[in-house]
């Protein structure tokens, strides 16, 4: 009778139900074989309001929409051209280091492709890239940078971990720390992929600029206002002067008066509009987030971990051949699921296991983002490549040809950032 | 139309306001702890509450046009006449779930006004928490309404979530 509602679950989840629906169903399910009152499903939904962190959330996304909906892509664009154009395949670098500066700056990642897509895109064809090789470039780049300060899917997963460690036994996970291990795997991910862009394009007829000082600083001017805020943010958290919250709200405010005020490029009027709709972003991972923390305690209360880890534990011996399964577990689904969906209902059934595997959960937080960057881009749902699809006029088809290289560099660094645990944790233990 | 119109403003203001608090406190409380030396108690809960709030009208906003995040198969795999059919199983579900969820939250509610709790600063514990209850019947309520026009076949595409 369970068994026969779980699969009906499964199946509505493939057949396009919001999420939110799909969780709630088993969370209550669970609940309702054990025989506990449903009201449970008031208090675990009520959890939301428990973590200071989670206002985070908001501020960053609602910074991120500010920026998007400002020319700050523009700017970006111009600046990196004007500092590294220069170089061996230099646009291709701008439009990687661009890329992970904007997703970075708004925490997601649909936004960079839209933002920056349109303009990286032809200005890599006019350069003299291949087609094919730029759609591919653009489209994987496009989630780079989701590793980096300020993260939003670090910081759920941060808030996820908080909220196991109370019942597990496990070393601190710092939203803080999560943000330092970050730091080097993205590099690598950066330095990688530029590699196999200057690889790739060496026999292409891709003309070198040349470097113009007066072009740079005229380009930094236009930024100084935008310039400040990583100072701002990354000074504050790594300080200690302002803890993740707080950053997040004077990244709001600062973002604000930028735009509205300085740059002139967003009117009061059109304030309330993107207020609305970031809150509807943030309103649709906040629900997801609240019924995923009422599945999680009923996985905890019934003990499933345990049970999962004493059935796995006779097939898998080492850490080893567990992360390996977990990558393919993870790419897989994270081809599948959105990615703060996946993150949230992921992370309460691994991060127990993991432990006992002896993995720690920073660097699982890594791994798991890491993946999830990669799903971002995967057949058969790879939200970027639908993104992309349609910014671009492009049949998916001709997407996927067109990212698989990319896809492989990303791999060969994933591999890299989960059998070697010090990469990301040098700056953390 | 008048009431949905006006359900529309509300949700709408609501939103933007508990935003711009959000922001204006949490600068506030900076300023207050590094320049006077001093704190005010009821700003973290009421932030933390705000958090709560947001969540749920954000999900009730994204609901009027089905824009919760989803496994999306159907809208790039499935042909259009069978699509009509799944959608509307999939919109009988979640109204139901949500009906379920607003059922037993209201129970919770209704007690813990019996009880008569605080929650922080005065204000009752029940009215910092009847978005709860309150959300899930608005979100049930509109996907009930998604399925009559899933019948009358005159129902919206389901819109893609917009991203950040």
Redesign the interface.
Known sequence: MIALAAVLLIL??????????VI??AA?LGFYAMET???V???N??Q?????V??A???F??A??LL?EARTADRMVRLSQAAFGWMRGGMAFVALIACAAFTAL??????TIVALGGLLFPALVKAGYRERFSLGLVTSSGSLGLLLVPS?PLLIYGIIAQQLSQQLDMPSVRILDLYLAGLFPALLMVALLYGWCAWTTRHDPVPRQGFDWGELRAALGDMRWELPLPLVVLGGIFSG??VV??A???T??YV?VAEVLLYREIRWRQL?GI????????????????VALALTDFLVYADVPSDLFAFIRTHVEDRITFLILLNLLLLLLGA???I??ALVIRVPLILPLALRYGVDPVHLGIIFVANMQIGYFTP??G?NL??ASYRFRRS?GELYAATIPFMLVLLIALLLITYWPTLSLVLVR | MFVLRWLHRLE?AL??LL??T??A???W??LLR?FFDASLVWI??L??????W?????????SRN????????????VPPRLRRW??L??DL??CG??A??AW??T???IEEMDFGGQAFAGLPSWL??VI??LGFAVIGLRYAVLVVLGLLNRRPQ?V?????
């Open positions: 509505l989840a493939l057949m396009g139900a919001p999420l939110f629906a709630l169903g209550a009152p449903l009201s499903l008031h208090i939904l009520y939301l309001s428990d973590s200071v989670l206002m959330l908001p501020l996304t609602f991120g929409f998007g708004t925490g997601g990642s649909g936004v939003v002067v302002l919250s707080e997040a709200a004077v709001a405010l604000l309330p207020m609305r709709e970031s809150m509807v972003m943030v309103g649709g991972i906040l629900l997801i987030l609240a599948m699921l959105d703060f969906a058969p749902v939200m639908f993104i998916i | 709408d939103i933007v935003l711009f959000m922001i406190l949490g600068v409380q900076i590094n973290d809960p932030t933390r509450h705000a958090v709560l947001i969540g749920l009208l954000g999900a009730m906003i994204a089905d824009q919760h995040i989803r496994i999306d198969l159907v809208s790039h795999y799944l959608v199983v999939v579900f979640t779930i949500c379920l969820v037993y939250s129970g919770f509610v910092v928490q709860i209850p389901p893609e979530a917009p991203q950040s």
